[in-house]
């Protein structure tokens, strides 16, 4: 497999390390400093692309290795309510994507978890108070995170209670949030890969799920599977519900 790295940050680095310990062949990284070079990929043989970047360059990146015909994974969020868009154009060059708000095994097993305890805790209401809380390293740029986003969509699915979500940013108000708001409290702290937790919380008791990420071994290695994973698959769009049955 020939894979082109596009964003050489931490996870960017990370992924390098990883796919070189499994002899992957890694002909070119992109960064801001020649990015113009994305347009070139194809001449390289790319086989496939694995995207960390930003919101506001994602975008652009799935649409140019459409244009390439290069499958793409992509690992940055904040960009999701621009899919309709990434659609038309996954239609329009027969592209390949793999998104995802979290490539870890272990998070997406996380939520599966999250899947069946919201739906228990639906008829537990009245007894419990139901919030979301994340924290990450200082750089992260979006608040929300992504993956704490897909755990509100699962708990507001499932629990029908919520009507809407509301975040909370280094803040510690969980007795403002109204009744059918489901909240999410984010902090920002030095060298915290990720945390999630979702929290029942009682008079007597509480309840938490709560995945930790130790280092970002876990996020690359999700993205390795999903790159491969994609290079075998039909033209489309595909998520980590789609790798792990």
Known sequence: MKLAIIGYGKMGKEIERLAKSFQIEIPKIIDIQNHQDIHQLKKLNIDVAIEFTQPTSAIENIKTCFEQNIPIVCGTTGWYQQLPTIEQWQKQYNGSLFYASNFSIGVNLFMKMVEYTSVLMNHYLEQYQTYIEETHHTQKKDSPSGTA?????????????????????????????????????????????????????????????????????????????????????????????????
């Open 149 to 245: 986003i897909t755990l509100s969509n699962i708990v507001l699915k499932n629990m029908k209670h919520f009507q809407k979500v509301e975040n909370y940013l280094n803040q510690d108000i969980k007795n403002l949030s109204s009744p059918n708001t489901l909240p999410i409290y984010s902090y920002r702290k030095d060298a915290v890969v990720g945390e999630h937790k979702l929290i029942f919380e009682s008079e007597v008791d509480s309840i938490v799920l709560t995945h930790f990420a130790k280092n970002r071994t876990g996020f690359a290695l999700g993205a390795i599977k999903a790159a491969e994973f994609l290079i075998n698959q039909p033209a489309g769009i595909y998520t980590m519900n789609n790798l792990i049955q």
